[in-house]
């Protein structure tokens, strides 16, 4: 992959550790509280549902579209409860994220290449979270002040711009298929999938370029380009 020149990453289950996980405690505390005849997984599957089909026109912030979703989940099943409680306890758990322990020596070890975090986050939120981990990026994108998410094109077109690169020369690093690796290989970037729980690849839909375990696995990859 010697063609690499800049590096855009995902935030969440990427580069600090607050992925999934928030969502499955989440919904797993909304399960038990609400008396609910599902699992944690089959409630987030219906938040999931509805959260994605938010179509953002007008376009809503992560707070917003996690609340709008959350009350269509609730509608649906039936529940006459306040989703305010359960996202302001979303958002203390994402507040929280901690950059996952390779990821400052991998950092200094790009020293040079031009880095940006591509991120389907709030920015006030994602800003804390990377100065609270003392990351530093030469560019921090959000949905938020792009009003667009990843896989949408805008987020990562953004980002090359602000890195002065063309998507050829850029590797986007995410844990998302659809959201890292679908968004960015459409664009014509280079992609590696960031499979931290071997999860298993999917015979169907987008093929990364690369996949590793963690950050640390990326860098033997990129030894060849990016550092002259
Ligand atoms: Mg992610």
Same mark, same amino acid.
């Given at each position: #992959?010697?063609?690499?020149?800049?590096?855009?990453?995902?935030?969440? %289950?990427?580069?600090?550790?607050? %992925?999934?996980?928030?969502?499955?405690?989440?919904?797993?505390?909304?399960?038990?509280?609400?008396? /609910?005849?599902?699992?944690?997984?089959?409630?987030?599957?219906?938040? *999931?549902?509805?959260?994605?089909?938010? *179509?953002?026109?007008?376009? /809503?912030?992560?707070?917003? =579209?996690?609340?709008?979703? !959350?009350?269509?989940?609730?509608?649906?099943? @039936?529940?006459?409860?306040?989703?305010?409680?359960?996202?302001?306890?979303?958002?203390?758990?994402?507040?929280?994220?901690?950059?996952?322990?390779?990821?400052? @020596?991998?950092?200094?070890?790009?020293? %040079?290449?031009? &880095?940006?975090?591509?991120?389907?986050?709030?920015?006030?939120?994602?800003?804390?979270?990377?100065?609270?981990?003392?990351?530093?990026?030469?560019?921090?994108?959000?949905?938020?002040?792009?009003?667009?998410?990843?896989?949408?094109?805008?987020?990562?077109?953004?980002? #090359?711009?602000?890195?002065?690169?063309?998507?050829?020369?850029?590797?986007?690093? @995410? *844990?998302?298929?659809?959201? *890292?690796?679908?968004?960015?290989? &459409?664009?014509? #970037? #280079?992609? =590696?999938?960031?499979?931290?729980?071997?999860?298993?690849?999917?015979?169907?839909?987008?093929?990364?370029? !690369?996949?590793?375990?963690?950050?640390?696995?990326? !860098?033997?990859?990129?030894?060849?380009?990016?550092?002259?």
């Amino acid at each position: #992959m010697d063609r690499i020149r800049a590096i855009t990453f995902d935030a969440f %289950g990427t580069i600090v550790d607050t %992925g999934r996980g928030a969502l499955l405690d989440v919904s797993d505390r909304i399960v038990r509280e609400l008396g /609910l005849g599902l699992s944690a997984e089959g409630f987030l599957e219906r938040w *999931d549902h509805y959260f994605f089909g938010i *179509d953002h026109n007008p376009f /809503l912030s992560l707070a917003e =579209a996690t609340e709008v979703s !959350l009350a269509q989940a609730f509608r649906e099943l @039936g529940v006459d409860a306040d989703p305010d409680p359960y996202v302001e306890r979303l958002q203390r758990e994402w507040m929280r994220a901690k950059a996952y322990p390779e990821v400052r @020596g991998v950092l200094e070890a790009l020293e %040079g290449v031009p &880095r940006a975090v591509v991120s389907n986050a709030d920015d006030a939120m994602l800003r804390e979270i990377l100065e609270r981990n003392r990351l530093r990026f030469d560019a921090v994108v959000t949905s938020e002040a792009c009003r667009s998410y990843k896989p949408a094109s805008v987020i990562f077109e953004v980002a #090359m711009r602000e890195l002065r690169a063309s998507p050829a020369a850029v590797l986007h690093v @995410g *844990d998302s298929l659809d959201a *890292d690796v679908g968004g960015a290989k &459409r664009l014509g #970037m #280079m992609a =590696a999938w960031v499979n931290r729980t071997g999860e298993r690849a999917r015979a169907e839909g987008p093929v990364p370029d !690369l996949t590793v375990r963690n950050l640390a696995e990326l !860098l033997p990859s990129l030894d060849s380009g990016p550092r002259r």
